[in-house]
């Protein structure tokens, strides 16, 4: 049988007695470590789930506008193909009616010059114009409305001669193609014009209904 040496017990016996109190802190500091695992754990999950539900929002709200976004692009594109087309009609009826009027425009010149051609000395009537005639004793002539159907018309006269005269003076109105609308005797003679003398004689001219004059004409006897 073997005897322990009292000193060498003691000295066992305090060696194991730091071990024995370290384990409750070394459990302890276990426990927390454990927790703060844990912690970590839980908020990465909760920022994976807000993560998550960010991704689906921003992958809908994506395939919302490009629905949206193919949408809007179809109808400006066919807006843009309407103001497209809208553009070459216009311009092509532009083309058209300019030839119309360059057309009418030619015809009317070709009218006026076969009327023109046909009834010698006559004058375009304007309105409300003083006309330069040039046909002596006329000097000039104008045109005022009176009514709708009628016009009436003056002629300054002048006579140019050394001596007096007795002017016989008629205005007749044509239409567009040269035919007779109206006509009128200014003078019939009886008025005498001394030498030098200018005077302004007064004429109504009937206009039937339907019919436009374009044209006048003055003569002198």
């Given at each position: 049988?073997?005897?322990?040496?009292p000193?060498?017990?003691?000295?066992?016996?305090?060696?194991?007695?730091?071990?024995a109190?370290?384990?409750?802190?070394?459990?302890?500091r276990?426990?927390?470590?454990?927790?703060?695992?844990?912690?970590?754990?839980?908020r990465?999950?909760?920022?994976?789930?807000?993560?998550?539900?960010a991704?689906?929002?921003?992958?809908?709200?994506?395939?919302?506008?490009?629905?949206?976004?193919?949408?809007?692009?179809?109808?400006?594109?066919?807006?843009?193909?309407?103001?497209?087309?809208?553009?070459?009609?216009?311009?092509?009826?532009?083309?058209?009616?300019?030839a119309?009027?360059a057309?009418?425009?030619?015809?009317?010149?070709?009218?006026?010059?076969?009327?023109?051609?046909?009834?010698?000395?006559?004058?375009?009537?304007?309105?409300?114009?003083?006309?330069?005639?040039?046909?002596?004793p006329?000097?000039?002539?104008?045109?005022?409305?009176?009514?709708?159907?009628?016009?009436?018309?003056?002629l300054l006269?002048?006579?140019?001669?050394d001596?007096?005269?007795?002017?016989?003076?008629?205005?007749?109105?044509?239409?567009?193609?040269?035919t007779?609308?109206a006509?009128?005797?200014?003078?019939?003679?009886?008025?005498?014009?001394?030498?030098?003398?200018i005077?302004?004689?007064?004429?109504?001219?009937?206009?039937p209904?339907?019919?436009?004059?374009?044209?006048?004409?003055?003569?002198?006897?």
């Amino acid at each position: 049988m073997t005897t322990q040496d009292p000193e060498e017990s003691q000295e066992e016996e305090s060696d194991a007695s730091p071990a024995a109190e370290d384990r409750p802190r070394v459990a302890r500091r276990r426990g927390r470590s454990r927790a703060r695992l844990q912690e970590s754990l839980q908020r990465v999950e909760a920022q994976r789930r807000v993560l998550v539900a960010a991704v689906t929002v921003l992958g809908v709200a994506v395939a919302v506008l490009g629905v949206w976004g193919n949408g809007a692009l179809r109808e400006v594109g066919a807006l843009r193909a309407e103001l497209s087309r809208a553009q070459r009609e216009e311009t092509s009826l532009g083309e058209r009616l300019a030839a119309s009027e360059a057309t009418l425009l030619e015809s009317k010149r070709a009218v006026e010059a076969l009327v023109a051609d046909r009834i010698p000395g006559l004058m375009e009537l304007r309105v409300g114009e003083i006309l330069d005639v040039g046909l002596p004793p006329v000097r000039r002539a104008g045109f005022e409305v009176a009514d709708s159907e009628r016009l009436e018309a003056k002629l300054l006269v002048e006579n140019e001669t050394d001596r007096a005269t007795n002017p016989i003076l008629t205005i007749t109105l044509f239409g567009e193609v040269g035919t007779e609308v109206a006509r009128a005797e200014v003078t019939d003679g009886s008025q005498s014009l001394r030498p030098g003398e200018i005077r302004t004689f007064f004429a109504t001219l009937a206009l039937p209904e339907g019919e436009e004059p374009r044209y006048f004409r003055v003569t002198s006897k």
